[in-house]
Nanobody, 115 residues
């Protein structure tokens, strides 16, 4: 069974940083694309960033220059470093992985940015 498990969410003040982690069951190389999505309160889920198995990244315009997605292949993990957070970044953040057998989602981790 394919599993993606997020961690690292929490409550943080505006301007601060947070790092999310997504651990995959099995080898991360089974996924040709991995990404982070988020769902703000009352809004639909939206793309935050993706990274391919070759390390090619794509970012939503609203996080460019603030967020960085990366892969730690030896740990079968995808990270999302989030800097200069604002209240608009408050959302449930979901890890996503695509492989030949389908598309997989983690359970989500809550990020709340508030003073």
């Amino acid at each position: 069974q394919v599993q993606l498990v997020e961690s690292g969410g929490g409550l943080v003040q505006p301007g601060k940083s947070l790092r999310l982690s997504c651990a995959t069951s099995g080898s991360i190389f089974n996924f040709y694309v991995m990404g982070w999505y988020r769902q703000p309160p009352g809004k639909p889920r939206e793309l935050v960033a993706t990274i391919t198995s070759r390390g090619i990244t794509v970012y939503a315009d609203f996080v460019k220059g603030r967020f960085t997605i990366s892969r730690v292949n030896a740990e079968n993990t995808v990270l999302l470093q989030m800097n200069n957070l604002t209240p608009n970044d408050t959302a449930v953040y979901y890890c996503n992985g695509k492989r030949n057998t389908g598309i997989y989602w983690g359970q989500g981790t809550q990020v709340t940015v508030s003073s």
